[in-house]
């Protein structure tokens, strides 16, 4: 699956400095779940395993509904929900034959 000019450049984006703090990725941080889950997804997408992104995708959703998003900032959360977005729309391409693998 190839995957956008614009879904690789979010990779770089959602672990960038400016981006996320570095106490996001301590295992006491109440940011931890959520950032590790998005960077399961870039993994993923960066080793091809495809298959597992709706996994973490769902992952990524339940975090957020069970206020995840109040330790990070707006403009993570903010590139998070259309990252993950831009996830399913490909992969609903994908599953309809209207995008290449």
Request: glycine share 6%.
């Amino acid at each position: 699956m190839k995957l956008s000019a614009e879904l690789e450049g979010l990779h770089h984006k959602l672990n960038s400095p400016d981006l996320v703090d570095a106490q996001w990725y301590r295992r006491n941080h109440g940011a931890y779940e959520l950032v590790s889950y998005v960077n399961h997804l870039i993994g993923l997408c960066v080793s091809g395993n495809f298959d597992l992104l709706p996994t973490f995708i769902d992952r990524v959703s339940h975090s957020l509904a069970n206020e995840g998003d109040r330790y990070v900032s707006e403009a993570y959360l903010t590139l998070v929900k259309h990252y993950v977005q831009l996830l399913e729309k490909h992969l609903r391409l994908v599953a309809s034959g209207k995008c290449l693998n």
